[in-house]
């Protein structure tokens, strides 16, 4: 049974740093391209991040010097890094595995003060 189990989100004030964790079970998940998407009621979930099982990296350009994406193959996750956050980043971040196709049930991230 896949899992990929979010955690880590919560309000914070602009400006501020939160760090998501997806914890991922049932894949192979040293060979998985895995991702961060967001969205907001009304619109398309969007892909945030992405790192590659050569730990490559891409970002979406309006979070590009303030996101980062990073993996622990040992511990089976994969985290966001989020600095300087905005109310615009203010969503619902959901883990993806891209390579398999799994989701998990997000966590929401509130920016406001």
């Known amino acids: 049974q896949v899992q990929l189990v979010e955690s880590g989100g919560g309000l914070v004030q602009p400006g501020g740093s939160l760090r998501l964790s997806c914890a991922a079970s049932?894949?192979?998940?040293?060979?998985?391209?895995m991702a961060w998407y967001r969205q907001v009621p009304g619109k398309e979930r969007e892909l945030v991040a992405r790192?590659?099982?050569?730990?490559?990296?891409n970002y979406k350009s309006s979070v590009k010097g303030r996101f980062t994406i990073s993996r622990d193959n040992a511990k089976n996750t994969v985290y966001l890094q989020m600095n300087s956050l905005k109310p615009e980043d203010t969503a619902v971040y959901y883990c993806?595995?891209?390579?398999?196709?799994?989701w998990g049930q997000g966590t929401q991230v509130t920016v406001s003060s």
């Open positions: 049932g894949i192979i998940f040293v060979i998985n391209s």
């Open positions: 790192i590659n099982s050569d730990h490559s990296t």
């Open positions: 993806h595995s891209i390579t398999t196709d799994y």
